[in-house]
């Protein structure tokens, strides 16, 4: 049966989470063709947007990846470990899903920061966690981690996610 907290439901999560990882390589590695007037589109100023981060904003998105990739070793047991998979898969079929309605002339690092607010799920979930595990676990030590990681990054995708939506609305 498919239920939160089976292994059935944490290899669908892992197997979702490893698609999002895998499109995401291909994605990056694809030449996307311009829009029929010569101008170009919203993939394609997204990447340049991304390419042109600061340095230790590519090395934080560097390892929230590793921390990500860590829950991989708990996806089949611990819901926690399925909830906070299902979040970084959530956010990028916003992200993508949504990417080509965006005008271009609007686009921004406000829009992944905007698409990152569903990961305040996953993290209320690890912040409840974090309160019964043993930190001294390899699981305690990836809870501890990941909250982290998530604290941090909602602290600057919250409000840039804000000034996004009002830059879109006005």
Same mark, same amino acid.
């Given at each position: 049966m498919l239920r939160l907290g089976s292994w059935q439901f944490g290899l669908l999560? %892992?197997?979702? #989470?490893a698609a999002v990882f895998l499109l995401l390589a291909f994605v990056a590695n694809a030449g996307m063709p311009p829009a029929p007037d010569g101008a170009p589109n919203a993939g394609q100023v997204m990447g340049q947007i991304m390419a042109n981060l600061?340095?230790?904003?590519? !090395? &934080? !998105?560097? !390892?929230?990846?590793?921390?990500?990739g860590g829950c991989f070793f708990? @996806? #089949?047991?611990?819901?926690?470990a399925q909830i906070y998979a299902l979040g970084p898969v959530a956010s990028?079929?916003?992200?993508?899903?949504?990417?080509?309605?965006?005008?271009?002339?609007? /686009?921004?690092?406000g829009w992944p920061a905007l698409s990152h607010w569903v990961l305040i799920v996953?993290?209320?979930? /690890?912040?409840?966690? =974090?309160?019964?595990?043993? #930190?001294k676990t390899g699981f %305690? @030590? &990836? @809870?501890? =981690?990941? *909250?982290?990681? !998530?604290?941090? *990054?909602?602290?600057f995708d919250i409000p840039a996610g804000a000034m996004f939506l009002y830059s879109l609305l006005s």
């Open positions: 999560a %892992g197997v979702l #989470l600061p340095l230790h904003v590519k !090395m &934080w !998105m560097e !390892m929230s990846d590793y921390i990500v708990f @996806v #089949l047991w611990r819901k926690e990028h079929i916003i992200f993508f899903g949504f990417l080509p309605f965006i005008r271009v002339e609007k /686009l921004s690092t996953p993290f209320y979930v /690890l912040v409840r966690t =974090l309160r019964n595990v043993d #930190l %305690g @030590v &990836w @809870v501890l =981690l990941a *909250t982290a990681q !998530m604290a941090v *990054t909602l602290f």
